[in-house]
Structure formats: structure tokens, C-alpha cells
């Protein structure tokens, strides 16, 4: 299982990977392997185990796609039962997927504020000592807010923001048409369900039920509203 805890200071998140404790079957060792730590055994983030599981937290960059297993004893292999999505890896085998989204970082928020209330002030000061030079101002702000509000134009065809959709999930919605949030807006949960079904018994797990209302916002840009949404979610479910 994962657990994801978004850092403020930093666009990075701290992910708890959990394996239970009936899984590992006293093994003494198990580690967290994957795209993070080069697959290699040496590398690898120890596990601890605790009354019913086998834990370990990894700080990774937000913002990327992931691929993980769990590795027993440096011999038995095991995918999270609850990923984010599965990839066939070249030898065939699945692995396990955790997507992590891109995080504004509080600092620079933090940052943005106070230039903003500098603005403000500035502005104020100047209408009083000279109205030409206000307006300027404004037309200055106008222009940048224009800029920023071009520059927080989202891919619309990135399902994989939608939390719960990895990119071979990605893939499969668009092999049916559905290419777009808006596509996936308006699509239908038993829609969605039978195009996981009909992939096999990996992909049956999953469950769309929020996808929809994931895209509805993702489509309106609502970003806000759906991050507080994603953090009410685990694994794309409520």
C-alpha cells in the first residue's frame, strides 16, 4: 500500500510503501526497489517491520511516474496491491506504478505573496502622486496576470493527473477514444469499468468511480479544487 505526503518547502513527496507482514512469510530482509534506486539490491530502501507490516518512507521528486517492486530476501518479488497503475517491464513481468503530481512549492507561493502586496503598495502610492504612473502600473499587472494565466495552460490530453490512472491505463482509455479530460468527463463509470474489465484481472482492481469527477475539474482547470480532491482519495478511490 502507499501513502503520499506532499512536501510545502519543496516540489517533493514523502511515500510510506507498506507490504503485509502475511506476504513476506518471516522472511528477514525486504527492500523497496525500483526506478529511484537503479533496481539494485545493494541500493535498496530497507523495509522495517512493525505487527503488520513491512514499512519504509521514500522522498521522491514530484511531478514523475514511478516504477517499483518489492524484492524478499533478494529472491521473491512482489507488486503493491494497491499502485497507482502496473507497467510490463521488458522481461514481461508487471510492475508496480505510484504517480506522483506536481506540487506548487510554499516558498515560492510565500514569495509571490509578498511581491504582490509590494505591487500593491507601490501602486496605491503612486495613484496619489501621480495617476498616469497608476495606470501604467495596472496595465503592467494586467499584462503579467495575462502571462500567468497563459502559463498555467495544462496539457488536456494528460490523463495521467487524473489520480488513479497510470500511462498503460492512459493508453487503454485512448485506444477506446477517450483522449482528452473532457473526453473523460463526459464518460460513463460502467464505460470505464468495462474497458478495465476486458484488459484482464490486473486491471479489474481498479476502480473509475471518481475519474469522471477528476476530469470535470482537470477540464475546467479547477486545479485547486481537484488536488483537495486527490487528497481525499487513495489509489484514485474514495
Known amino acids: 500500500m502507499l501513502k503520499k505526503q506532499y512536501l510545502k518547502d519543496k516540489p517533493a513527496c514523502k511515500v510510506t510503501f507498506s507490504l503485509p507482514k502475511e506476504v513476506v512469510n518471516g522472511a528477514k530482509e525486504v527492500k523497496v526497489l525500483g526506478d529511484f534506486n537503479n533496481w539494485s539490491w545493494e541500493n535498496g ?9 513491512y514499512t519504509a ?23 503493491d496491491w494497491e499502485a ?12 508496480s506504478v505510484i504517480s ?7 516558498k515560492k ?9 509590494a505591487v500593491t503598495k507601490t501602486a496605491s502610492k503612486a495613484t496619489t502622486t501621480k ?56 464518460a460513463k463509470n460502467t464505460d470505464l469499468q468495462a474497458i478495465l474489465d476486458a484488459a484482464g484481472p490486473r486491471y479489474k482492481m481498479h476502480n473509475p468511480s471518481t ?6 475539474l482537470a477540464a475546467k482547470g479547477n486545479w485547486d479544487k481537484l488536488t483537495k480532491l486527490q487528497n481525499e482519495l487513495k ?4
Do not use: C, H
Open 45 to 53: 530502501v530497507n523495509m522495517k517491520a512493525s505487527k503488520t507490516a
Open 57 to 79: 518512507v521514500v522522498e521522491l521528486k514530484a511531478g514523475s511516474n514511478y516504477e517499483f517492486r518489492y524484492l524478499i530476501d533478494n529472491q521473491k518479488w512482489e507488486n
Open 84 to 95: 497507482d497503475a502496473y507497467q510490463i517491464n521488458p522481461f514481461g513481468v508487471e510492475n
Open 100 to 106: 506522483l503530481e506536481a506540487k506548487a512549492v510554499a
Open 109 to 117: 507561493a510565500t514569495t509571490a505573496k509578498k511581491t504582490a502586496k
Open 131 to 186: 495617476k498616469v504612473t497608476a495606470k501604467k502600473a495596472t496595465t503592467k499587472t494586467t499584462a503579467k496576470k495575462t502571462t500567468a494565466k497563459k502559463a498555467a495552460v495544462v496539457d488536456q490530453t494528460d490523463l495521467k493527473k487524473i489520480e488513479g490512472i497510470g500511462p498503460k491505463i492512459a493508453e487503454m482509455l485512448n485506444a477506446k477514444g477517450i483522449k482528452t479530460f473532457a473526453d473523460l468527463a463526459k
Open 211 to 216: 475519474w469522471s469527477e477528476q476530469a470535470k
Open 235 to 238: 489509489g484514485g478511490k474514495r
